[in-house]
């Protein structure tokens, strides 16, 4: 799949970077192609599972996170974790608030 | 102790301070990896802002999609992923020694990324001509001169709660340029909630006049009516220029940070099979392809 | 003198010694019905934090006065952990905490859930004053309560975030914009206390106290009764001053004949007023009345046209006794 | 050339004008674009003292305003501008570069045994953002100060006429500068220990930068788009945080907190670093606990993303959010707890030297046992509703800021003093300045504890008569806490030219810092080392020549040229 020069490092090979292209390709097309079936409220998870996909296959071959010191993945997974715990508690929040928030404000 | 290469000397581009190349290469990854995780986050405010105002109010995303050319934005992400290849391509010609290939591999991802400024800067045009622009600014007007597709829609809005339901879009045409016409929504003050019989309850709203919202409009179809705007439509474009705005300024940054590659190509920096360079530039680059993955989808496939 | 001075001090710093009216070394007089949950839970936490305090310093100034450096003599031989040493003060502390978690969570459920017979008062919050709009209509600019009642306060701003906050009934909450804030309180005792705006609002937020009147039993409603009607029972001019202090006229119209946001009204009835359009007028009653219910209609020159409108605040009577106090206001019998 | 560094001859004598970083180049540019971390750290220094002196007299002029309830020295107006510069040129000029990037950039690397950080170019970087990010923010003064506080809440930072852009981009590009420090130091723990110094045999003080700098690289980087929404907000009108826009204020504090609460702890996790290596070589003995106080200083870190709507309980934030962010509160109190703890045990039974370092040991003990403890009685919510935007709140996050991370600095800067200048200050002044700071602290924020609780809000100008007692006794305060800060100025700049010279090693410590000379050379060490524990201070004996303590076998900790690599 990949060759290695002298000092370890690694290099990734033709064949696995179109594939990956194509791949990703694909994951696009689907996505585009979700959108026109109604799944109701289930198309935006549907969606972000195929862009998270996708997200992962560049990571791990674009990326060379497969072959890096499983720290650096660690750190790029962390920040998003700690966005989740941002976008949780905030989202949390204000929809337990909005019944008080004045449409339309301020009224002329 | 100090890093070898093939004739015995330290490697030239070993820095002082550094054991050996692989603690320097290691380390300097280890950091960007690092600002990379910073640039999630960077990010992330705005996808806090995106899914806060769309858990509240998604009638404003449905109603701003409409406005969004999902081609264009398909076309900008199959050519963001186009040049993640080539750059992820460049980076094996850089460990490879092939300079040459390597120098082209690099215009290639330039190109591209240039191509998905040209789009966005189209969409932008269009956008700013019809006025539908950030919260600030935001003052759609017709563009009468061109012939424009007609969105027929029957909207109900309850000025109590201000949950506005648009009941069903009868005919949706696709909405190219985003054209619409002057919103026909007239701001009837309502009276005085009647007397209330328990002394204790108020009769008078606290902020000046009863509670506001909007009229309900009548149903009408005409030639050129449009979506009824829920309120704060705004703020969707206001989501809309600051997530793909500060997205297009990394692009930008990415198109410097090759320009400098090719400045130290042509230097020789990369004779020596030395790739740090062009290996970060292209973690970068992913980056910019993966947040621009999510944009796509969350601002051009809401349906 | 001094060890009954110390006592009195270290109880109070306890503040295990609440006087008559409930206020102690650490906290204002208990008016509401919550404050003696809060304080109780105050001096719980007091409680431990001063033990665990004197814990650590007892022991900080035991050590360093038992095992001081003396020359050429190194430290003795000494454990470098104990594993059950370490449990304890972390399970220990963990409980306390816990309670205090409990106690505080349940003194919030009955700070943020008024009783549903409460007494419903309007707030507005503006910048650097308040107002009360009482269920009758009447505004006034201080909150008046009856006592042994629960009162709910509906509140809202016109500009940035307020922040109501009365002391003596443990009571806070912001006023944001764009939004109805919801607090109550139940006050236990007649006298009048301090209202604070918490919340920084700019210039003048030091200066957006109000006052809580809490009447005794029955007095609330004659006291109502009287204000409401205060056009009746006040003097025209009296009656013009009230409302152009608590309406807000005063935040932008000056009496003294300096300069503010509005023009300023020393003396302004009968004086030749020119105009943003060029043309000039004579101040009588209709343009008074005009500028009250259409302000952008003839805007004086060198003024912007941003005065609301009070179309529909304010009845005519009271636009009667406003015009009055304007009469008065010329220039012999300078207000203050 | 031999350059006679410790190894070579043994206790060398402290010899300020041998050939050490501080005297190689010459001329400003040679400071000015250094790469040496340890001329980075001292600009550094320089830099945050400057500021702290700065927001040291906005302290001084408020207090001052404060002593009588009318005007007293200033306008209202001028009072809000005060208030507003003293939180915001402490916070993000001082204390969050504050050890840091001053003691910090000075002391990892010599810890490590490194010759450098692992990205210099980026430490030099960071510096040259942190003085790009205070010229635009004390530039702000001249076109209109901010006085928005320092916490911009909207709408009234979106309406209000000063200066406020010019302030949020400066806090924007120092915002940058403390996540490359951060940065730079997480690669260099990582990638550059030496030989045998395991995660688990690192100085504790590397630990405390460490977790810091977890949290400078995850949280900062949401103040950067908190600042960047809110001059959108002000210049476009984006509508997010403006209601007039339909935007919502309460985001806004979410947005705010989500960084500023971490942030509090990047203040403190520094100083307890400090605190840890301090009070086991001045108790002369191994510190207790070790592994615990590493692990809480990662708990810490970690615990301190999700408690930031403890800042919002009256603000409107939803009922069963706040339940959950009071609870979640208490979970962060342990960890410092077991610290402090663990702190006291060591100083059992040791042999306790009461120099003037640990005079800032014991004084942080005691003002952080009270600031930690007050945050107890805010993190109850029923107690917060009556505490919250009172002096309550003001005087807890003195106690801890001041009394934590403060106090700490000043005890880190004696104890590195000798290291960094090659200088002994005066033992006698120090303890004099230590003194007069502890006292006059305590006058100043006590009282606000009591004024808090009786309802005296924050940021009031004018207040009612009922507090003017306190207020003028906590100005009084004030000025003492002035004083011992001008005393502590005198002395230590006395000591630059004519302090005593240093020996290599003057308090008896066993972390590597000290295996160099006194200013170091520029490149620090001439070998490698073989890291063993880092507190076993009992491989050290006191050499009366030099007045400092030498290995008693200085091959031990040396790794043979041909070790194992």
Known sequence: MSEHTESGVHVASMRLLVTIMIALMIGTWLTVSVTHFDFGFLNIWIGLGI???KAVLVGLYFMHLRWDKPFNAFVFVSAFAFLFLFIGFATMDSAHYQDVIIPGWPLK | MVGQNHDGGPDPNLAHHFESMDQQRQSTKLGMWLFLATEILFFGGLF???????????????FGAHFLDTALG??????????????????????????????WLIIATMLCAFTFMGVKYIEYSAKWKHGLLWAGSYNPHLDHDAPHDVVAVEGEVHTAEADVEIVEIEEVQHVSEGEIVEPIVTDVAIEPVAEVADPGRSTIAPAAEGPGGLATPEAVVAEDVMPVEPANAKIFFSIYFMMTGLHGIHVLGGIVAMLWLLKCLRRGDFDTGHFTK???????WHVVDIIWIYLFLLLYLID | MIATGLLKLLTAVTGS???DDGSSFWMPPQVSTVAQGVDWLFNFILAISVFFFLLIVVAMVIFVIKYRYKEGQTAEESPTHNMALELTWTVIPLILVIAIFIFGFKGYLDMSTPPSNAYEVLVEGQKWNWS?????????????VPVDRPIRLVMGSQDVIHSLYIPAFRVKMDVVPGRYAKAWFQATKPGEYDLFCAEYCGTSHSDMIAHVIVHPVGEFETWLEKASNFLETMTPVDAGRKLFQVRGCQQCHSTDGSAKTGPSLLGVFGRTQNLADGSTITVDENYIRESVLEPQARVVAGFEPVMPTYQGRLSDPEIMAIIEYFKALDGASSEE | MAVDTLAADGAAVGNPNRANYLNTGSGVLSWLFTLDHKRIGVMYLVAITTSFFL???FALLVRTELLTSGPTIMTADAYNKMFTLHGAVMIFLFIIPGIPAALGNFVLPLMLGAKDVALPRLNLTSFWFWMIGAVFAVSSIIIGAVDTGWTFYTPYSTTTGTAVISMTLGVFILGFSSIFTGLNFIVTIHKMRPEGMTWFKMPLFLWGLYSTAIIQVLATPILGITLLLLVAERALGVGIFDPTLGGDPVLFQHFFWFYSHPAVYIMILPAMGIISELVAVFSGKHIFGYKFIAWSSIAIALLSFLVWGHHMFTSGQSGITNMIFSALTFSVAIPSAVKVFNWLSTMYKGSIRLLTPMLYVLSFLFLFAIGGLTGLFLGALSVDIHLHDTYFVVAHFHYVMFGGTVIAFLGGLHYWWPKMF??????????????????????TFFTQFVMGSHGMPRRYYNYVEEFTTLHQASTVGSYVLALGFFIMAGYLIHSLFRGKPAPANPWGSVTLEWETSSPPVAHNFDHDFLAGDPYDLKSLKYDPATQGWVRKDPQSIILSEGGAH
């Open chain 3, 132 to 144: 009360f709009t009482y269920p009758n209509g009447y505004i006034d600019s201080d909150l008046h």
């Open chain 4, 422 to 443: 090659g200088r002994m200050y005066s033992e006698r002044w120090g303890q004099v300045s230590a003194l007069l700071i502890f006292v006059g602290f305590n006058l």
């Open chain 2, 74 to 103: 398909a076309l900008n992400t199959v050519v963001l992923i186009f040049s993640s290849f080539t750059i992820a391509w460049a980076v094996r010609a850089a460990q490879l020694k092939q300079v040459k290939l390597l120098k």
């Open chain 2, 278 to 284: 062009i290996d970060m530039v292209a973690l970068y």
């Open chain 3, 17 to 19: 010694l609440p006087d």
């Open chain 1, 51 to 53: 862009a998270t996909v």
């Open chain 2, 48 to 62: 806090v802002f995106y899914t806060v105002y769309r858990g509240n109010h998604p009638e404003v995303f449905v």
């Open chain 4, 55 to 57: 927001g040291g007299v």
